[in-house]
């Protein structure tokens, strides 16, 4: 099966600054999704940006932008101008397009890097 | 609005006595399943669902059970909670194809005593 790594439990970085989030996968698969999610104190699962591994170009959704690098399995974020409001939990995802021959389950989650923003 | 729903949000129960807590879906997705989540152990997956009366176990299936009996729901049943079920859990759905992201539940939590 997939495994998704997020090697980082805790990050920090001062308001307006630059922080990158680690992410690697381990795949067989050539086609796939990355995902990157927020968890903010209230508990809710928030999409932030997604990748499809077909396409080179990086995701870039406002202050957020990810590094995908294919051939490292490596699917950092970056989040640019840091506020307080991005203090959360964040999770990086794996998706299958689809259903294997040995499983159905398409997605696989990271343990989350807690992200603390300093004023 | 496209969402998905979970009932209760907040539950405290005792060991044994059976619980149900619902998930409903509005987007027609095929796809659904059911996450816990516990401090320093991210997402895992109790089960899922490719489609009405399909499901199969994810990671940590002991002690639950679901039904898929129509596409927008997807229950899950503790047929008798142990403290060790005490989390916080999450329904999620999407497409089956096209990639898409699984959009949450606002979750459940749950202690057992």
């Known amino acids: 099966a997939q495994t998704v790594t997020q090697s980082q439990p805790e990050m920090s970085v001062q308001e307006a600054e630059t922080v990158t989030l680690s992410c690697t996968y381990d795949?067989?698969?050539?086609?796939?999704?990355l995902f990157w999610y927020k968890q903010p104190p209230s508990r809710q699962m928030i999409l932030v940006i997604r990748?499809?591994?077909?396409?080179?170009q990086n995701a870039t959704e406002n202050r957020f932008s990810v590094n995908f690098q294919k051939a490292a399995k490596s699917f950092s974020l970056k989040i640019s101008d840091s506020q307080l409001g991005d203090a959360a939990m964040y999770f990086c995802?794996?998706?299958?397009?689809?259903?294997?021959?040995?499983?159905?389950?398409?997605?696989?989650f990271g343990t989350g890097t807690s992200l603390t923003v300093i004023p | 609005e496209a969402q998905v729903t979970q009932n209760p949000r907040y539950l405290i129960t005792v060991t044994g006595k059976k619980l149900t807590v619902t998930c409903s879906q509005n987007?027609?997705?095929?796809?659904m399943s059911w996450y816990r989540q516990d401090p320093g152990l991210g997402l895992r997956q109790i089960y899922y669902?490719?489609?009405?009366?399909?499901?199969d176990k994810g990671d940590v299936p002991e002690g639950y059970k679901v039904s898929r009996k129509e596409k927008r729901n997807f229950p899950l049943i503790l047929e008798s909670p142990s403290p060790n079920q005490t989390s916080l859990y999450f329904c999620a759905s999407s497409l089956r194809r096209l990639g898409g992201p699984q959009y949450f539940g606002p979750g459940t939590r749950l202690l057992v005593l």
């Open positions: 669902s490719m489609n009405v009366e399909v499901t």
């Open positions: 795949t067989s698969e050539s086609d796939y999704y």
């Open positions: 995802a794996y998706r299958s397009p689809e259903a294997s021959r040995y499983t159905g389950n398409q997605f696989y």
């Open positions: 990748q499809e591994a077909y396409k080179q």
């Open positions: 987007m027609n997705h095929e796809y």
